[in-house]
T-cell receptor
């Protein structure tokens, strides 16, 4: 059973370009969470999605950022017109159901490291 | 609002015991989790406490006091591979996201 997969692992973009980050949850998991982590800092929640639904996007900037989790295919975090401040590691995690804290129900992917030049 | 406080860095000696504390202030509380993250790696789940008391898993234990809004992670028989960042994380309610602290960087000396 493959774990949470993210690609690309490293992404370099110039200011003004678009970044697309993909996350495939573990098999059987229907809940996806995206987090951003700056160097030497903790994980900042961005958005929580279920299939075809955004449940909570309170941590995601209103402009330039969007996320989706379609019925088929991976979850996508899209950043338009990237700026240097978007450089960070972006992690996604998945869980089987809404009990996000019980035992080990939330699994993290390896992350995508975005560098904006 | 919500906040989680944990020390930014802790240093300990190989073979010793270390305790990493976490205090939280949140509107609503469902449980407290701990995650480990090595440099350049993904966070990995360590433990979860929903009720007061100590949960033990091998060399790692986690404690929760709901009345004090306080928990800690205890690492025993420290090994060099335990050098990592440790995050406490609060789940406010069943359907909610996890809120992470800023992490504690554990340095282990030989």
């Amino acid at each position: 059973n493959a774990g949470v997969m993210q690609n690309p692992r490293h992404l370099v973009r110039r200011r003004g370009q678009e970044a697309r980050l993909r996350c495939s949850p573990m098999k059987g998991h229907s809940h996806v969470y995206w987090y951003r982590q700056l160097p030497e800092e903790g994980l900042k929640f961005m958005v929580y999605l279920q299939k075809e639904n955004i449940i909570d996007e309170s941590g995601m900037p209103k402009e330039r950022f969007s996320a989706e989790f379609p019925k088929e295919g991976p979850s996508i975090l899209r950043i338009q017109q990237v700026v240097r401040g978007d450089s960070a590691a972006y992690f996604c995690a998945s869980s089987r159901n809404e009990l996000a804290g019980d035992t080990d129900t939330q699994y993290f992917g390896p992350g995508t490291r975005l560098t904006v030049l | 609002g919500q906040s989680l406080e944990q020390p930014s860095e802790v240093t300990a000696v190989e073979g010793a015991i270390v305790q990493i504390n976490c205090t939280y202030q949140t509107s609503g509380f469902y449980g407290l989790s701990w995650y480990q993250q090595h440099d350049g790696g993904a966070p990995t789940f360590l433990s979860y406490n929903a009720l007061d008391g100590l949960e033990e898993t091998g060399r790692f234990s986690s404690f929760l006091s709901r009345s004090d809004s306080y928990g800690y992670l205890l690492l025993q028989e420290l090994q060099m591979k335990d050098s990592a960042s440790y995050f406490c994380a609060v789940i406010r309610n069943r359907d909610d996201k996890i809120i992470f602290g800023k992490g504690t960087r554990l340095h282990i000396l030989p």
